[in-house]
């Protein structure tokens, strides 16, 4: 059983920062792949950044590119999501995912298990 716990989230204001991390358990991640996605109230979950645990290819949604950074500690099992210049428009609840496939796909529906979410608010 694949388990995901975020841990990090909290309010901070407009351009500071905060670190995300996930913790993976019941697997060996090698050949997963962890996406960190988020949503807003009123709106669709996004994709923000994923990471493809075997080789730390990353990939990033526009509106985070140069800002966040996703990483990987094989040692302890988790990934994190560095997030540094906050923004109002950052503020969501993110959520860590795990797909089966060695690929990072922004389409939320192709990943298999989900951790519970923890809250971001950037106030301005």
């Known amino acids: 059983q694949v388990q995901l716990v975020e841990s990090g989230g909290g309010l901070v204001q407009a351009g500071g920062s905060l670190r995300l991390s996930c913790a993976a358990s019941g697997r060996a991640f090698s050949t997963y792949t962890m996406g960190w996605f988020r949503q807003a109230s009123g709106k669709e979950r996004e994709f923000v950044a994923g990471?493809?645990?075997?080789?730390?290819?990353?990939r990033y949604a526009d509106s985070v590119k140069g800002r966040f950074t996703i990483s990987r500690d094989n040692a302890k099992n988790t990934v994190s999501l560095q997030m540094n210049s906050l923004k109002p428009e950052d503020t969501a609840v993110y959520y860590c995912?795990?797909?089966?496939?060695?690929?990072?796909?922004?389409?939320?529906?192709?990943?298999?298990?989900w951790g519970q979410g923890t809250q971001v608010t950037v106030s301005s």
């Open positions: 990471i493809i645990w075997a080789n730390g290819s990353t």
């Open positions: 995912a795990a797909r089966k496939f060695l690929a990072v796909s922004t389409n939320e529906k192709q990943y298999d298990y």
